[in-house]
């Protein structure tokens, strides 16, 4: 950490975690549900209303659906505008059909990866030992594409610690380490793991979900923040730590405006050149960019 903290970062942003649905199509959507302030149409041109006044280049969108026919609603989406860099997608590994799902959406440069966690009842520390998954996530590797994980608890963070041991070389991203839900007396035990990622060179940060809120509202002191965001940054390195705004859900915890400002006074205490690599550079190592 430096001693001065540098000036914010002001250039260029690739926000690397946006959510897309529309509630309003024949079908529906399985997330978010009617209950959910959020619940109302959020395509790539509600994006850029929000992120007009910021420097931002390039979006990465994340499915939010189980629904395999999602992906292709969310590809034929993001065609509509150049700035949409690409999607992660939903597979299972464990389905009999996964391979030749992967096959239809390899062939899409908009393809960049899939999403496996402890979302839609999943659990990766089981499901990796079923027949065909390790075998499934090995052709996704060969594909050049990546794996995020999500919502990451102790349980997870040791799934894809063995994941990673048996297939070095897939790259995975871990996403919103920065909230990760740890319990009282459980905090040794998330640093371990934390740093035995981050030995793992194709292991990779994405921090998003960075604010939070307290009694008061959001809490916008950059020195709450500073252990947890310390601590993923000297495991995983400035190039291997990047951005993502988890837009729209971060609008239930603050704007967008109010986010990037926070996470920019965050990271404003890391050097020009590292806050580039974050909110820019890094992404293409993340998703191969082109």
């Given at each position: 950490m430096s001693a001065l903290a540098p000036t914010a970062y002001a250039g260029p942003i690739i926000d690397c975690h946006i959510h897309l649905f529309d509630p309003y199509r024949p079908q529906g959507i399985p997330w978010p549900t009617p209950a959910d302030a959020i619940y109302k149409p959020h395509l790539p041109e509600d994006y850029w209303q929000v992120a007009a006044r910021h420097?931002?280049?390039?979006?990465?969108?994340?499915?939010?659906?189980?629904?395999?026919?999602?992906?292709?609603?969310?590809?034929?989406?993001?065609?509509?505008?150049?700035?949409?860099?690409?999607f992660v997608g939903n597979l299972d590994p464990a389905d009999p059909g996964f391979r030749q799902a992967l096959e239809g959406l390899a062939v899409e440069p908009l393809f960049l990866g899939l999403r496996y966690g402890n979302l839609w009842h999943r659990d990766l520390l089981v499901d990796q030992q079923k027949p065909g998954f390790i075998d499934n996530l090995r052709a996704l590797a060969e594909s050049g594409r990546s794996l995020d994980s999500a919502n990451p608890d102790g349980r997870l963070l040791d799934a894809l610690l063995r994941l990673s041991d048996r297939l070095p070389e897939l790259r995975i991203i871990i996403d919103h380490l920065p909230n990760a839900q740890v319990l009282p007396g459980e905090e040794e035990d998330f640093e371990r793991r934390v740093k035995a990622l981050g030995e793992r060179p194709n292991v990779l940060a994405k921090l998003a979900e960075i604010p939070q809120v307290g009694e008061q509202g959001l809490i916008v002191e950059p020195g709450f923040y500073r252990d947890r965001l310390e601590l993923l940054w000297q495991a995983f390195g400035e190039d291997r730590c990047f951005f993502g705004s988890d837009w729209p859900n971060s609008e239930l915890v603050a704007s967008f405006d109010r986010t990037l400002g926070l996470v920019r006074r965050c990271m404003a205490q890391y050097s020009p050149v590292a806050q580039e690599k974050f909110f820019h550079r890094n992404a293409a190592r993340a998703y191969c960019l082109g």
């Open positions: 420097s931002i280049t390039g979006v990465i969108a994340v499915e939010a659906s189980p629904w395999i026919e999602d992906n292709r609603w969310l590809l034929e989406t993001l065609r509509s505008n150049p700035r949409m860099l690409g």
